[in-house]
């Protein structure tokens, strides 16, 4: 599977269980540029706009907990390409 695949099959998951792309660190893109040479490596971050409300909130528990589920399902999706 191609890194474009495993994205593009995160990014479509995270759509669909309602989490939308806050940040995107490409790291080795980044440290390439510096001579480092290392495998791909980007770095997503996904929120729902209500989750990030309520991280100030007295919910930051709650909330941190229902989106590492979340992640975890994005992640799935990334390695196996399948949402």
């Known amino acids: 599977m191609t890194t474009e695949a495993a994205e593009t099959a995160m990014i479509a998951k995270a759509k669909e269980i309602g989490l939308k792309k806050a940040a995107q660190q490409k790291?080795?893109?980044?440290?390439?540029?510096?001579?480092?040479?290392?495998?791909?490596?980007?770095i997503f971050q996904f929120c729902t706009p209500m989750g990030a409300r309520l991280m100030v909130m007295a919910e930051v528990v709650e909330t941190a907990i229902r989106v590492n589920q979340q992640m975890l399902d994005v992640m799935t999706a990334g390695a196996s390409g399948k949402t």
């Open 27 to 42: 790291v080795s893109q980044f440290l390439s540029k510096q001579g480092v040479e290392m495998p791909h490596l980007s």
